[in-house]
């Protein structure tokens, strides 16, 4: 932009423009002064790594910027408007240019024509308002991981969100230079009334793919306002696919085996599947719960958290099964509380919390129980999707190796999904490629009572990244297919199902059991276990799992539970491949040949497999 220069001169007094110019990066001025002149804010706060200016946005956000204090010490909570609450894929859009093609199955629109739009509503939003700047990384800071990102925003609960979930950035941005690698997140709430976003119809999260910019407007949902998080995850997916990386909807977790060994393992689950419980199981450490960045080195894969803090759902979050996240919820420290249930004498409360909850005033204002909205339909005391945000290193299970540059080294990966009726409760798929085809590509998660829609629906989401996946679905299943190419030894895959049920409804398993699960692959991935070969790959043994019960839970693990559990259910297999294909062939123009092979021969050794035993087959029959 010709006149950054001017425009950052006559908006910024020179205490932040001392800041903002001490990174030596003309692309980022110009990015600035454009989001300057866009919105017209009255002026500029710069927000560098310093304490004393995250101290001031802490300030801010309590000051009528979309946070108020709790009765315990470094707690806040925050509101989003009563139609914001979680995100928003139908006005969330990839901008691509005429060259660009992302096939059927992702929500886009030509780039010129959004630009436009897209600016039309943000023009002029800031006026009255105080512009935030500021500055974080993706990944360990200084780190092969890192991508620096700027946030523009007007929303002092964006950044103080920031600065909890993410590692400070301005430090590294100042060491980088005009490296034009960066991303670009402008954010505005736009008309707010009692500190929220009303224009639910100018909500927009238009993300340019080509320049690597993020336009989010009229939405204070973190989800949609976060920069840092789905908006970048979306564009980090991209620029991985370019470079030979892989950024996944995955945790990290370290799961703690014999004698001190520690095996880490990523794992991807759709929404309220168990994903941030599985990263927190008791006695095993967390490395991060929502989004990594896998990258090869010397022979192995190494992956790295994102992020530094957790934005987690709250519901359900009890003394009994969240020991630390209840602990660092309940103590004094840095916490913001979303959309939960505030009561006179300030105290949140959430749905499942183990205590039934009084009235208080919640995202739709005063609450008392049987409160409907205008619609008729019952408001709950906290929100089904409402939040919390903390950062991990105030939890007592938070792994050692949580901040290291170079990551951690990678031992397995878990998919994951709710399915009542189809896959047994753990299983180690053959190898990569049909772990990744079979496991990852064939993710499928039945739709609960808490979505919108008919309960039981199962829903296809790939890695449980479809909602994130920024290139042609067919090049992202290549790129994890080639990603083991020139390891050592490819990463085991598992699958994992926490909600099989019997044919009256009823659970077979508890929450707890997973930790066994978990537990046997990590015996697994060390070659300390042997297993069960069925047609679709690996089980555990009885003895292995009775073992891993009764020292893990002190359970009395029967036979009869094991093969209830892990009966290979042969129709249900086989109509499963059915539909995931199904859907490949409709919507994927571009899926790989051998993700048909990998369907073929799984329907080959099922028939077979049922020739010879029947259509559901106990283990001890393989
Ligand atoms: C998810 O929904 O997968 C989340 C929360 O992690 S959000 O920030 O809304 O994406
Ligand atoms: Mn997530």
Known sequence: MENSKQVLQEKLSPENLEKLMAIASPLMHDFVADAIELCNPDSVFVCTD?????????????????????AIEGHTYHFDGYHDQARDPARTKYLVTPEMQLGASLSQMDKAEGVAEVRGILKDSMVGKE?????????????????????????????????????????????????????????????TENQVSINVDKRRIYMDLEDNQVYSTNTQYAGNTV???????????????????????????????????????????????????????????????????????GGEIRCANVEKGIFGIIRDVCPKDDPEIYKSLTTPGEVIFGNVLITDELRPMWLGMGEEIKEGTNHSGKWAPGKKDAD????????????????????????????????????????????????????????????????????ES?????????????????????????????????????????????????????????????????????????????????????????PTGYIPLYEDLAKLFKENLDYDYTQAEYVEQFTIRIPK?????????????????????????????????LKEAADKHGDYISPYDL
């Open 50 to 70: 310093a304490e004393e200016d995250i101290q001031k946005i802490r300030e801010m956000a309590l000051d009528g910027g979309g946070e108020n204090k709790l």
């Open 227 to 297: 920069g840092l998080k789905k908006l970048a995850l979306r564009l980090a997916i991209q620029k991985a696919a370019k470079e030979g990386w892989l950024a996944e909807h995955m945790f990290i977790m370290g799961a703690h085996g014999p004698n001190g060994r520690v095996s880490y393992f990523t794992g991807a689950f759709p929404s309220a599947c168990g994903k941030t419980s599985t990263s927190m199981i008791s006695g095993q450490t967390i490395v991060g719960d929502d989004i990594a960045y896998l990258r090869k080195n």
């Open 446 to 534: 039945e739709t609960t009572a808490a979505t919108l829609g008919q309960e039981g629906v199962r829903k296809f989401d790939i890695m449980s990244n479809m909602a994130f996946v920024s290139i042609p679905l067919g090049k992202y299943i290549q790129n994890n297919l080639d990603f083991a190419d020139g390891l050592d030894k490819a990463p085991s895959i598992f699958s994992v199902n926490y909600f099989l049920k019997n044919d009256e409804g009823k659970y077979l398993n508890t929450p707890l059991d997973k930790k066994v699960w978990i537990l046997w692959a990590e015996l697994r991935v060390n070659g300390d276990v042997d297993a069960i070969k069925t």
């Open 131 to 191: 512009m935030l700047v500021a500055f974080f990384c993706l990944g360990p800071v200084d780190s092969e991981f890192s991508i620096s990102c700027v946030q523009v925003t007007d929303s002092p609960y964006v950044v103080h969100s920031e600065s909890i979930l993410y590692r400070p950035g301005y430090e590294q941005f100042k060491r980088i230079g005009n490296d034009g690698g960066f991303f670009k997140f402008l954010h505005t709430q736009g008309e």
């Open 376 to 443: 008729g339909n019952e408001i709950t005391g906290s929100h089904k999707n409402a939040r919390y945000t903390i950062s991990i290193s105030s939890l007592d299970n938070a792994d050692p190796m949580a901040d290291a540059k170079e990551g951690v080294p990678l031992s397995g990966i878990f998919y994951g999904g709710r399915d009542s009726d189809t896959c047994v409760p753990v299983e180690e798929a053959f190898d990569w490629t049909e772990g990744i085809i079979s496991r990852g590509a064939s993710i």
């Open 573 to 605: 297999l086989l109509a499963k491949i059915d539909r995931v294909e199904a859907i490949y062939k409709e919507k994927v123009a571009d899926a790989p040949a051998v993700l048909y092979e990998v369907f073929d021969a799984q329907r080959k050794r």
